[in-house]
């Protein structure tokens, strides 16, 4: 990427969870710390999602869910990004993601997990350290 | 205004530890209240005697010396056995009224093999599709009995007509059913996000089952109007004490415009607030509102009864204050936070087990929760006078100091053109964010200091067993319903949600239409498909 382009990430709502205070602050700091944020509201299907990162191009897409459906809801939205050929984009889960539940959402391709009482700049600096181009 | 001035950052002066102390709603706290911070105080008019206008000391003479607050745990997961498992085990344990969680699918009115379900049924409360599953959540018991609290919104009048019909089926008539049903859509729009309906017909609905239950269920609590979801999104306590009474100004106004008498609906609406950390800041939030509430319906709306000014109000601990670090450490705050409620005379408490940053609570986390509750109402000594906090310089100056930012924000809130037109502005959902994010940065800044989070932290990892869900659930779920359409008059079912989007088309009541789909096992998709097509769907704007 061109040196002068802002690091562009999109941040998600996938299923029901109405919870969204997580994912708008997270989104307003990565906003401040100079990338280019879109934010994609509440209720995201995977093939909204899928939609929305053909469309927009991101470098990063973040997950926020908080209701337990990581487990059913991840896989899914993986394997429509690959059906995409969609392989250079990094793609994080937070909110409540319980320990155990990660390395299986790792061996699907997923990163962070960062959850309840993680400071704004570690989510910052991962997005920075962690983009596959 | 979102810049953090860094110099700022816990500076101690020479005598004191910060340069300025403020308290979660920015308000500048000083170091001491004197006579001089009330002087225009007056007894009978600012506070009264418990029990009586403006009902500032509390909404009963004499408060829980008579009885105790009601003890509400707030659960559900799973299937309806599996929940009926759980209330059993919660009365058993001394638990005085039930209230219910219902999974995510449930709230937004769907079914479980819709797609919209996947990865939600049973996850963050109980998984209800149809009466089948009302009959078997509340099997073996009396619902003339208990009081029951459902947390739905936007199927509210479907889940009401399944809990009706259900005691219908035990034997009781309606009118020996006591309870509240949240049916709050206005906070939905603003903080909770699960509505479904645009904010017009959803208001119909609304004021339809405020109008059936006035006749026909009338111990019901018809709204619970809730600033609970508003904080939990991130607003301040202003915020939640502002936008919760006015959501409920626009409730009264719509049922006066449906022509409605308000001393025959006004004792039925009940409020449900948060209580966070900062103690003195949530008692005297709940303190000023019974006072805002009290004054407004007898001096705005007119109203005569005595009951209809009278707050009554529900409170759960703040979820979001709660650490997945050092999670124990939540036992203490949600003591003060039960504290806090009971001293500012709640009608009845859930208080938040402390494994719930990390999953649903687990059973021995729930009692402890439960017990802090019992710890308070018999060992503290808390519940042995009323309002024992009253006339304390600093309560009163700073119920008085909430009062007039409240109606501030009334003002605000007018300006725009009332309560609706300032949610499609997004007014709402703007202040809230703001605070939200200012709240995170002085964290962050270690302005604010959470204990084992920005402060003293001691990394370990996270030994507390988990409640997990299991994924047979949906499997189970989706079976019995597929079952229930083959056993059920499915041309029956047809003809009443006919009938019902007939209705839905003019401005007839629309309960008795649901309650006669609900009869014939419609399912809740099936009802809100129904409604869908006469009402539509609303979408927000996402704003960050």
């Known amino acids: ?133 | 205004m979102t810049e953090i001035d860094e110099s700022k950052t816990l500076k101690p002066t020479k005598t004191e530890r910060r340069e300025k102390f403020t308290n979660l709603s920015d308000i500048e706290i000083k170091r001491l209240y004197t006579p001089e911070d009330i002087k225009d105080f007056n007894y009978d008019i600012d506070l009264g005697s418990p029990g009586k206008f403006p009902f500032t000391r509390g909404a009963y003479p004499n408060m829980y010396r008579g009885r105790l607050w009601t003890m509400r745990q707030f659960a559900g997961f799973g299937t309806a056995a599996q929940t009926n498992t759980r209330y059993k085990f919660l009365l058993d344990h001394g638990t005085t009224g039930l209230s219910v969680a219902f999974s995510l699918h449930t709230i937004y009115g769907y079914q479980a093999d819709d797609d919209e379900a996947l990865g939600e049924v049973g996850k963050e409360g109980v998984s209800i599709d149809t009466l089948k599953d009302m009959e078997t959540l509340f099997s073996g018991i009396d619902l003339s009995k208990i009081s029951t609290s459902m947390t739905i919104n936007a199927p509210a009048a479907i889940l009401l007509a399944m809990y009706i019909v259900a005691a219908e089926k035990q034997g009781h008539s309606p009118d020996k059913l006591r309870g509240t049903i949240q049916n709050d859509i206005l906070k939905e729009y603003i903080a909770q996000k699960s509505w479904v309906f645009p904010p017009e017909p959803s208001m119909r609905l609304i004021i339809d089952t405020i109008e059936y239950c006035a006749k026909n269920v009338p111990q019901w609590y018809t709204i619970s109007i809730s600033g609970y979801h508003i904080r939990e999104a991130g607003s301040t306590a202003v915020q939640e004490l502002a936008f919760t009474l006015a959501d409920g100004f626009a409730y009264v106004e719509a049922a006066m415009k449906r022509g409605l008498d308000v001393d025959d609906f006004a004792p039925r609406l009940s409020f449900f607030f948060n209580s966070h950390n900062n103690f003195f800041e949530e008692v005297c939030k709940y303190r000023a509102a019974r006072r805002i509430w009290a004054k407004r319906l007898k001096n705005k709306y007119g109203a005569k009864k005595s009951e209809s000014m009278r707050l009554r109000f529900h409170t759960q601990t703040a979820g979001v204050s709660l650490s997945a670090q050092e999670p124990e450490n939540n036992i203490a705050r949600v003591t003060i936070q039960g504290l806090a409620a009971v001293l500012g005379g709640t009608q009845s408490l859930h208080t938040n087990s402390f494994d719930e940053a990390l999953c649903l609570p687990t059973e021995k986390a729930v009692k402890i929760a439960l017990r802090t509750q019992q710890i308070i109402a018999h060992e503290s000594g808390a519940a042995d006078t009323v309002d024992p906090l009253a006339g304390s310089y600093y309560v009163e100056w700073l119920t008085n100091k909430m009062e007039e930012e409240a109606e501030v924000y009334f003002e605000r809130i007018e300006a725009l053109g009332g309560v609706i037109p300032a949610i499609k502005a997004n007014f709402f959902q703007k202040e809230i964010a703001n605070a939200s994010y200012k709240y995170q940065r002085e964290v962050e800044a270690r302005d604010r200091i959470i204990v084992g989070v920005n402060d003293v932290q001691v990394r370990e990892p996270c030994a507390t067993p988990l409640l997990k869900i299991d994924e047979d659930v949906a499997r189970e779920q989706i079976e019995n319903l597929q079952r229930l359409r083959e056993q059920r008059s499915n041309e029956k079912v047809q003809a009443k949600l006919e009938a019902l989007k007939e209705a839905a088309k003019g401005t007839e009541n629309l309960m008795p239409y649901i309650m006669d789909a609900i009869r014939e096992y419609a399912s809740i998709g099936e009802v809100m498909a129904a409604l869908k097509d006469i009402f539509g769907v609303y979408r927000e704007d996402s704003i960050f």
Do not use: W
């Open chain 1, 1 to 133: 990427m061109g040196e002068q382009r802002k690091i562009k990430v999109l941040v998600c709502k996938p299923g029901l969870d109405g919870h969204d205070r997580g994912a708008k602050v997270i989104a307003r700091a990565l906003r401040d710390a100079g990338m280019e944020v879109i934010y994609t509201g509440l209720h995201q299907t995977p093939d909204m999602i899928v939609q929305t990162v053909l469309q927009e191009d991101p470098d990063a897409v973040m997950l926020s869910m908080l209701s337990g459906a990581h487990k059913a809801l991840c896989p899914v939205i993986m394997d429509k990004l690959k059906e995409k050929e969609i392989d250079d984009v990094l793609v994080s889960v937070g909110g409540i993601i319980p320990d155990e539940d990660k390395p299986f959402l790792e061996e699907i391709g997923l990163k962070g997990f960062y959850g309840p009482g993680t400071e704004l700049k570690t989510i910052v600096e991962f997005v920075k350290n962690n983009l596959k181009r």
